[in-house]
């Protein structure tokens, strides 16, 4: 008989969707050339979303969620990896398409895989997951783009969550002067802990405001799109940029060309689920020089399997501050 492990699967019936943890074996998995033994996950925004069924995330049921993973390589036909290689993946459809991280084991392609950068444990690896990723994707855009640390205020929207946080670590350490927007007054603390100089309520930019308005920012990370994106874009200096990388107050953009045309300014969408391999090694590789460690673990706690489907349900409605690891395995 096969060995069986736990994950969390979710399912769907007419009366909606369901979540179990069930026992399942090698045979149970989706196809792939690399068996994964997973040590740590984490929960995201999206996999919120997934878990509760608040977004429409999961496309075919049923499915093991988590949209990261980090673990040991236990069996490889990839000629790039071999059996106790420490490896992490992000994003490339798990829990949308493909069987995802909330299971002791993971059989994936290997062309998704990254091999671990030696900065990191794979708790740390997951403590940055696809948010603090992102986050590094979104500092490079800037970067890209010419938004330097002298080139004035960086904007950071939806501070507390898992993006906003390290966002505002990386561009604290990198000598930027971080702006934090947070609906949650009390957590000034905690972010100016992570290096933001500047706390402003979020209700100064999530109510419907001018198509332009009093230049203010250089540049912004925003997780929250709709009319906070188009109130950050209305007050972004000339030349300045914001890199989009969230919905969490929408999908919509209720904005006008006027930012775009008259000031010159660049919206950035940032993707983080079928980014280029080249660029997630790039950001990999800044994540190991350019985030504080000991600043990520002040913003990480850790839950078992178990007690995923409540910190899915408490990230969805504003509760999560920082990062959640998911222990899974040795």
């Known amino acids: ?22 026992r399942i074996s090698l045979e149970d998995l989706m196809e792939g050339d690399v068996v994964v033994a997973v040590a740590h996950s984490t929960v995201n925004y999206k996999d919120g979303l997934a878990i509760t069924g608040t977004g429409p995330v999961v496309r075919k049921w049923p499915m093991i969620g988590g949209i990261d993973l980090a673990g ?3 069996s490889s036909d990839n000629s790039l990896f071999k059996s106790g290689d420490k490896v992490l993946l992000n994003g490339y459809g798990l829990s949308e398409t493909h069987f995802g991280g909330y299971a002791d084991k993971a059989r ?5 895989l990254l091999p671990l950068p030696t900065a990191f444990t794979t708790a740390q690896a997951m403590a940055i997951g696809t948010a603090g990723y992102t986050a590094m994707l979104c500092v490079l855009a800037l ?10 205020e960086v904007l950071v929207t939806g501070a507390n969550g898992g993006v906003g946080s390290v966002a505002i670590a990386i561009l604290a350490r990198l000598g930027y ?23 402003i309520d979020r209700a100064e930019l999530s109510e419907k405001g001018r198509p332009l308005d009093k230049e203010r920012w250089a540049g912004a990370v925003d997780c929250l799109g709709s009319t906070t994106l188009a109130n950050v874009l209305a007050k972004t200096r000339y030349g300045g940029a914001v890199a989009a990388c969230g919905l969490a107050q929408g ?19 940032v993707d983080s689920v079928q980014a280029p391999m080249t660029k997630r090694k790039r950001a990999w ?15 990480t706690r850790h839950v078992t399997l178990d007690e995923v489907p409540q910190a899915a349900a408490d990230i969805v409605a504003g509760k999560v501050r920082g990062r959640v690891v998911v222990d899974i395995g040795g």
């Open 143 to 152: 970067e890209d783009h010419g938004i330097a640390p002298d080139s004035g």
């Open 108 to 112: 994936v392609k290997g062309e998704w």
């Open 72 to 74: 040991t390589v236990e």
């Open 285 to 299: 590789d800044r994540l190991a020089t350019d985030l504080d460690i000991a600043k990520l673990e002040s913003m």
């Open 1 to 22: 008989m096969s060995e069986t492990f736990r994950a969390i699967r979710i399912s769907k019936t007419d009366e909606g969707q369901t979540i179990e943890i069930p």
């Open 177 to 199: 002067s971080v702006t934090a927007s947070t609906g949650r007054p009390a957590e000034a603390e905690y972010l100016k802990s992570l290096g933001a100089t500047t706390i």
């Open 251 to 269: 999908a919509d953009l209720p904005s006008t060309v006027m930012p775009f045309i008259l000031r010159g300014v660049a919206l950035l969408g």
